[in-house]
């Protein structure tokens, strides 16, 4: 079974530009999570979609990511302007989807590395 | 060896010993625990995982004790192999609330040969 694919694997750009990640979760899962780990640190969400909706994008800086699902598949994440601070490993994952209550495992990709100069 | 999670966060150890990392947990209400691994440059890998009415749980060469009483976790890795180098994260989460489980900060386990 294939498992989840990001790209790019790493990407270099410099503040206020634009940059975008994708990811491809494993076939069938229908929860799809965004988390941003920076070095040192654990990974923090910042979006959970369900199929192709929103579940919790309640620490998503929204005045400059955004990400969207649109299929329900395929995910992309998007930071415009970059800053600094965003310099990070941006880690997709999904999980089956299981009633409230279930414990789920979260499949996770290899991640992007992004520096922002 | 032995870490104390958040406040040494490497751990050092040599092939063939047994390692011990050890994670506080903030939230009283927390009743799943997971712990994962994280190699360098992959996404963290899920290892073993315990509900708050075990107090133990093993694996293959890991076993996962859990202390409510303290807000306590650790993760026992038996005969620890250079392969078993890796930053390691205990995660925690309310099975009823959240679905989404919150990370600690992380312990580095060295394994030498």
């Known amino acids: 079974e294939a498992g989840v694919a990001q790209s790019p694997r790493y990407k270099i750009i410099e503040k206020r530009q634009s940059v975008a990640f994708w990811c491809n979760p494993i076939s069938g899962h229908a929860t799809l999570y965004w988390y941003q780990q920076i070095l040192g640190q654990g990974p923090k969400l910042l979006i959970q979609f369900q199929n192709n909706g929103v579940v919790d994008d309640s620490q998503l800086p929204k005045d400059r990511f955004s990400a969207e699902r649109l299929k329900g598949v395929d995910s992309t994440l998007k930071i415009q302007p970059a800053k600094l601070e965003d310099s990070a490993v941006y880690l997709c994952?999904?999980?089956?989807?299981?009633?409230?209550?279930?414990?789920?495992?979260?499949?996770f990709g290899p991640g992007t590395r992004l520096t922002v100069l | 060896g032995e870490s104390v999670g958040l406040h040494l966060p490497t751990l050092s150890v040599q092939e063939g010993d047994n390692s011990i990392i050890n994670c506080a947990y903030s939230n009283s209400a927390s009743d799943y625990f997971i712990w994962y691994k994280q190699e360098s440059g992959k996404g963290p890998q899920f290892i073993i995982d315990i509900r708050s009415n075990m107090d133990k749980r093993q694996g293959q060469r890991v076993t996962v004790l859990l202390n409510k009483t303290v807000k306590h976790l650790s993760l026992q890795i038996a005969a620890t192999q250079p392969g078993d180098s890796a930053v390691y994260f205990c995660a925690e989460k309310v099975v009823g609330g959240s679905y989404i489980p919150t990370f600690g900060r992380g312990t580095s386990l060295i394994v030498h040969p």
């Open positions: 994952a999904s999980s089956l989807d299981l009633p409230q209550g279930s414990t789920d495992t979260q499949y």
